[in-house]
C-alpha cells in the first residue's frame, strides 16, 4: 500500500497572476495531455458519458427538468475530476511512476479531506442560482400567457421575457463569476496542502481581486473554450476539460512560486 505523502500545512503565499503566466500554463498543460493521454480520456470521458445521457433521458421523458439534476450533479463530481487531472499533473512535475493505484487513490481519499465541503458549497450555490432564477423568471412572466416553449419560443421576444434574459443573465453571470473566483485556486491548492476549505477559498478570491484583468481573461477563455466543446455533442470536451485541468494546476503553481513559499 502507497503511503500518503505529507502535504504543507497551511495556505501559501500567492503571488501576482500575469498573461505570461497564462500562456505557461496552457503549454505545460497541452504538455500534461501528451504525456498522459490515457486519463485525460477517462476523466473527460466520464462527462462526456453524463451529459449524453442527461440529453437521452430528457429526449425520451420529454422532462427538461432533468438537465436541472444534471447541472446539480456535474459540480458534485466535477472537483473530484479535477483533482485527478491535479495529481496527473502533480506526479509528472515530481517524476513520479503514473500509477492508476496511485492517481486514483488520492482521487478517493479526498473524501475525508476538505473537498466534500466545497463541493457542498459549490451546490448550494447553485440550487440558490437556480431559485432565483425562478423568482426572475415569475416577476417578468408570471403573468404572461405561457405557451409550450419546446416549440414555441415567441414568450421570450416579448419585451418581459427579453428584460427577464437580461436580469437572469446577469445575475447568473455573477454567480458564474463568485463560483470561479473562490474555486480556481482553491481546488489546486486543497489537493497542494493541508488547509481548510474556508482558508482555501478567500485565498482563491484574494488572488482574483489581487490580478483582476489576467485572471478575468481566464475565466472568459474558461467560459468560451467551454460552450464551443459542448456545440459538436460535448465531443469537445476531451480536449478542452483536460486541457483546463492540466492548465489550471500549472497556473496555480506558478502563482504559489510567485508568491516565494514553494
Known amino acids: 500500500m502507497e503511503i500518503e505523502e505529507s502535504k504543507p500545512l497551511g495556505a501559501p503565499e500567492l503571488g501576482p497572476v500575469t498573461f505570461d503566466m497564462l500562456k505557461q500554463a496552457l503549454r505545460l498543460g497541452w504538455a500534461d495531455m501528451k504525456r498522459a493521454p490515457g486519463y485525460a480520456l477517462i476523466f473527460s470521458g466520464v462527462y462526456v458519458a453524463i451529459g449524453w445521457f442527461m440529453v437521452w433521458v430528457t429526449w425520451i421523458t420529454g422532462q427538461s427538468y432533468w438537465l436541472i439534476f444534471a447541472a446539480v450533479g456535474f459540480p458534485l463530481f466535477g472537483p473530484f475530476a479535477a483533482v ?36 457542498a458549497v459549490v451546490v448550494i450555490m447553485f440550487l440558490f442560482w437556480f431559485f432565483l432564477a425562478h423568482m426572475i423568471f415569475a416577476l417578468f412572466l408570471g403573468f404572461s400567457t405561457m405557451t409550450n416553449i419546446s416549440s414555441s419560443y415567441d414568450v421570450y421576444l416579448t419585451q418581459e421575457g427579453l428584460m427577464m434574459l437580461g436580469v437572469g443573465s446577469a445575475v447568473g453571470a455573477g454567480f458564474a463569476l463568485l463560483l470561479y473566483m473562490i474555486t480556481v485556486v482553491s ?4 489537493l497542494d496542502r493541508e488547509v481548510d476549505f474556508v482558508t482555501a477559498m478567500i485565498s482563491s478570491f484574494q488572488t482574483v481581486l489581487g490580478s483582476p ?42 502563482i504559489c512560486k510567485a508568491g516565494g513559499t514553494c
Open 213 to 254: 484583468a489576467p485572471m478575468l481573461v481566464w475565466a472568459a477563455f474558461i467560459a468560451l473554450s467551454t460552450f464551443v466543446a459542448l456545440i459538436p455533442g460535448f465531443l469537445g470536451l476531451f480536449l478542452v476539460l483536460p486541457l483546463l485541468g492540466h492548465a489550471t494546476w500549472h497556473l496555480y503553481r506558478q
Open 84 to 119: 485527478g487531472l491535479y495529481e496527473v499533473s502533480h506526479r509528472l512535475e515530481q517524476g513520479l511512476p503514473l500509477e492508476p493505484k496511485a492517481v486514483f487513490g488520492v482521487i478517493a481519499h479526498q473524501r475525508r479531506r476538505q473537498l466534500p465541503s466545497i463541493c
Open 187 to 190: 481546488l489546486p491548492l486543497l
